[in-house]
């Protein structure tokens, strides 16, 4: 069966990085969009950013130009690069999978990241 197991979480103090990663089994990795999403206790969770089957990718604009996300097929694994973090990062972060012509959304179980003032 399909399983996202986050890791990489933390926490640091604002203007810190972390470098999260979703390792990945039970479908065809390679073929599929990966996203990324947070969520604080208490509200929505919120969309972060997203890459293609091609590697194209795409960033909401409160992260864009601080986060990288990246993908290795061979390793079946998504990537999340965090720099300049700011205490309004913190949430869980969830790695999300896309699958399927009816594009049926597969989560992990989230990993936590706190940024300290």
């Known amino acids: 069966q399909v399983q996202l197991v986050e890791s990489g979480g933390g926490s640091v103090q604002s203007g810190g990085s972390l470098r999260l990663a979703c390792a990945a089994s039970?479908?065809?990795?390679?073929?599929?969009?990966m996203s990324w999403h947070r969520q604080v206790l208490g509200k929505e969770r919120e969309w972060v950013s997203s890459?293609?089957?091609?590697?194209?990718?795409y960033y909401s604009d409160v992260v864009r130009g601080r986060f990288t996300i990246s993908r290795d097929n061979a390793k079946n694994t998504l990537y999340l690069e965090m720099n300049s973090l700011k205490p309004e990062d913190t949430a869980v972060y969830y790695c999300?999978?896309?699958?399927?012509?009816?594009?049926?959304?597969?989560w992990g179980q989230g990993t936590q990241v706190t940024v300290s003032s």
């Open positions: 039970g479908f065809i990795f390679g073929r599929n969009t």
């Open positions: 999300k999978a896309t699958l399927g012509i009816r594009g049926l959304d597969k």
């Open positions: 890459i293609d089957g091609e590697g194209v990718s």
